[in-house]
């Protein structure tokens, strides 16, 4: 256990919020306690993987620290702001039997190799329709469409989704649209100076990694990591130029976000409905407003936000709607998506299978059959919000397909994905364990990413700089697999913060970076401040009512719940499935 430590007049014990969080894998506070990692090569040089909230947030702190000689942020889109840079495109459907094949991660994009670096080619369309739609679609796939719809609003208060030192204006209301995201992001771009209208060489917008590898000095030995980089951009009307470069850099930040590669579960049947009627199944990320779905029949699949949101938004157009979702314990604990679906919405249980369709029929002529036997025909369109997956393709070589849950494979560098559930072999989900110069921004639910990528950067180039130090690798796998078993083991969910942990993270960052900053210098940081009053009455608002577009309040699913009443008790979901909700971002 932690050793009690009085550290500017606040006890170690007294900065994580329970024992149970008091993990016992090193004293930061005590040099001669610290068996501290020791790197292999100085980190002068930084490559950040993306332009959402953490990637600026990290690009700000590393340049604040005045330490590094050059910093590179590779965006794939060509503006700022991840998940909030809003547009009419959508993304192409996934077939659905590749979830199900060991490179399933190919969903969010299949890396491309050039014969040689640098690497340039110019496409030419002249009047070749079949050439305009495949480079198009190339363009779409490399910028990645985001999973966001035209009237989209976050589902946290404004006070606490702000980043740290860039406050929103004052007297603001707390509901925020995709599009005041969107510009608050740009601003603080703009700010930095990294807009993609800035012009600054610490910036390549259209660029997407296509690898990340290790790179070898003289001696063969490890030194660094090498990038190759590719970049599809628009000339003209009938010109696409398409090129690829490799830069070298000594740490890589990926803060590429966790909402690339759609999931869409492989119900038996599907896969051949999706053959024949590939514009009928869609994934959430391709939804964007309800009128391409005026008078159907829509069955939604999901119980989270975007199935549910979309359920509200599509409502009103629809001759039918469907809410189809798994029942579980915590659902029937906590129902709050679940109570802002409008009335006249019908929910129904988890699907079992989609039946064969006749030669010649339509997709109105299917029958979805649920789990309980109930048979559904007659829909026109199925939206599927069943979420994402964890995938890094330009990292292939650390995803493992064939790893399950709790195992660890006999390899030498232990697999960052396997199933795309989760991500494992990281120290506080952070620091690649075996390579401890990649490391990850804003991999957990439960937490606010404008916020907590402050506290993850800081962390990062204090590491890198040596103003702070990382325990050993034994260290940070002791502590690893501590995390595993309280959290119950490697599976879906496992990047959950809940309220005790997500605190703890915080003030044992505080704590151990600031000591860090007594013994090497530097500047002290702050938790950041308390906004608990403001989410719960948030929470309140948003879900303790399930108002729909009529104002009606309804209970309409207590019969998917083995007839058990679904409940809102505040006091005990604060420290479980409420404050998951609260305190996510998405």
């Not at 990294?194 to 296509?210: A, F, H, L």
Request: charged share 20%; with cysteine; net charge negative.
């Amino acid at each position: 256990m932690f050793h009690p430590l009085v550290f500017l007049g606040v006890s170690l014990a007294a900065s994580l919020t329970s024992a149970q969080f008091q993990q016992p894998f090193f004293n930061p506070f005590n040099q001669e306690e610290l068996d501290h990692y020791e790197f292999k090569w100085p980190v002068k040089r930084v490559a950040i993987i993306g332009a959402g909230a953490g990637g600026l947030v990290s690009y700000r702190t590393f340049t604040e620290a005045n330490a590094f000689e050059t910093i590179r942020i590779f965006e794939r889109d060509n503006l700022p702001g991840g998940n909030w840079h809003y547009t009419e495109e959508t993304p192409r459907s996934i077939p659905i039997h590749t979830q199900s094949q060991v490179d399933w991660w190919k969903a969010d994009y299949e890396p491309t190799y050039p014969p040689y670096v640098p690497y340039r080619v110019t496409h030419q369309i002249n009047s070749n329709t079949t050439e305009r739609t495949r480079l198009e679609w190339e363009r779409i796939t490399h910028r990645a469409p985001k999973p966001v719809w035209a009237t989209l609003e976050s589902n946290t208060p404004a006070p606490q989704q702000q980043l740290p030192g860039f406050s929103w204006p004052p007297h603001l209301p707390w509901v925020s649209h995709h599009a005041r995201l969107g510009r608050y992001l740009r601003a603080f771009a703009s700010w930095l100076g990294v807009n993609s209208g800035d012009e600054n060489p610490d910036i390549s917008y259209n660029t997407r990694v296509e690898s990340v590898n290790k790179r070898y000095n003289e001696q063969g030995e490890h030194h660094g990591w090498t990038l190759l980089l590719r970049k599809f951009i628009q000339i003209d009307v009938n010109t696409y130029e398409e090129s690829w470069w490799s830069e070298d850099f000594d740490a890589v930040v990926v803060g590429a976000g966790r909402f690339n590669a759609p999931h869409i579960p492989p119900i038996p049947g599907l896969d051949d409905w999706q053959r024949r009627f590939p514009d009928r199944i869609l994934h959430s990320r391709q939804y964007r407003r309800p009128e391409p779905y005026q008078g159907q029949n829509i069955l939604i699949v999901g119980a989270g936000n975007s199935a549910t949101e979309i359920s509200r938004d599509i409502n009103h157009v629809a001759v039918r709607s469907y809410l189809s979702i798994r029942p579980t314990e915590t659902r029937r604990r906590w129902y709050g998506s679940l109570s802002r679906v409008p009335s006249n919405t019908s929910i129904v249980g988890e699907i079992k299978r989609f039946h064969p369709i006749a030669k010649g029929g339509s997709i109105e002529d299917g029958r979805v059959e649920l789990l309980n036997g109930t048979i559904i025909t007659g829909i026109d369109t199925f939206i599927f919000g069943t979420g994402f997956r964890y995938a890094f393709p330009f990292l292939s070589q650390y995803h493992n397909s064939s790893v399950k849950g709790d195992e660890i494979p006999d390899v030498d560098e232990q697999p960052i994905v396997t199933d795309g559930t989760h991500v494992r072999s990281l120290f506080f989900d952070v620091w690649y364990i075996n390579q401890p110069t990649i490391a990850f921004l804003n991999l957990n639910l439960g937490m606010q990413s404008f916020v907590y990528a402050k506290y993850i950067s800081t962390a990062l180039a204090k590491v890198w700089t040596g103003k702070a130090e990382l325990p050993s690798s034994a260290k940070q796998w002791e502590h690893f697999w501590g995390v595993v078993k309280r959290r119950g083991g490697l599976k879906p969910g496992f990047q959950w913060l809940l309220a005790e942990e997500h605190e703890s993270n915080l003030r044992y960052f505080v704590g151990w970076l600031n000591a860090a900053a007594v013994r090497h210098g530097g500047s002290l940081i702050e938790t950041p401040p308390d906004v608990s009053e403001i989410s719960d009455y948030w929470m309140r608002a948003r879900y303790s009512g399930g108002q729909d577009h009529e104002g009606d309040r309804t209970n309409r699913s207590s019969h998917l719940f083995d007839n058990c009443a679904l409940t809102w008790d505040m006091e005990s979901e604060k420290q479980g499935n409420f404050m998951r909700a609260a305190l996510d971002d998405w």
